[in-house]
């Protein structure tokens, strides 16, 4: 079945670091890509997705290229910030009956910036 | 403003008793669906539903419950048969091959 393997933290950095988390998929055919944020109390927030190969989702500093060759979806800015601070959620998704997306998502990663 | 709410945001249960979590939606979604958030372990579906009067069950269904009689609605319930209910719900919704949009989520704890 479909499976989402995502880099383990917690990740600490200083301010204005570079950032990786690093995404990897396992799934037949064509998913849609994405990354979620959850900040401490809230639900998710989509920050950014992809819908097929080589396609490059941005959003508030953030990129991640589909890289179907690696089956990867790495999540990078070049810049962080204080308010980046939350918990970040690889995931994929498959349509199913209706065309409604089913989503399959990885386990998290809590990133902490350091002033 | 159109989005997902649900309630209550913090929850407690006695053992043996069943409590039913709330989400409403007015995005006009046709699609909504049920996570459940423990730590290390990312989110997990429960129940999803594609239009109103039907549902499926996801990864881990046993133990709860749900209904769709209005597409704006759909409410989860713990069962007393869910061994270990203490957790964090997500409630989303989608359009037809849309992204999902979640709700501020539920803390469920029992005492």
Known sequence: GDSVTQMEGPVT??????LTINCTYTATGYPSLFWYVQYPGEGLQLLLKATKAD?????????ATYRKETTSFHLEKGSVQVSDSAVYFCALSRQGNFGNEK?????????TIIP | DGGITQ?????????GQNVTLSCEQNLNHDAMYWYRQDPGQGLRLIYYSQIVND???GDIAEGYSVSREKKESFPLTVTSAQKN????????????GGEQFFGPG??????
């Open chain 2, 7 to 15: 309630s209550p945001k913090y929850l407690f249960r006695k053992e």
């Open chain 1, 13 to 18: 950095l200083s301010e204005e670091a570079f």
């Open chain 2, 55 to 57: 549902f499926q069950k």
């Open chain 1, 55 to 63: 396609d490059k989702g941005s959003n508030k500093g953030f990129e």
């Open chain 1, 103 to 111: 989503l399959t998502f990885g386990t998290g990663t809590r990133l």
């Open chain 2, 106 to 111: 539920t803390r469920l704890t029992v005492l």
């Open chain 2, 85 to 96: 209910p203490t957790a964090f719900y997500l409630c989303a919704s989608s359009p037809p």
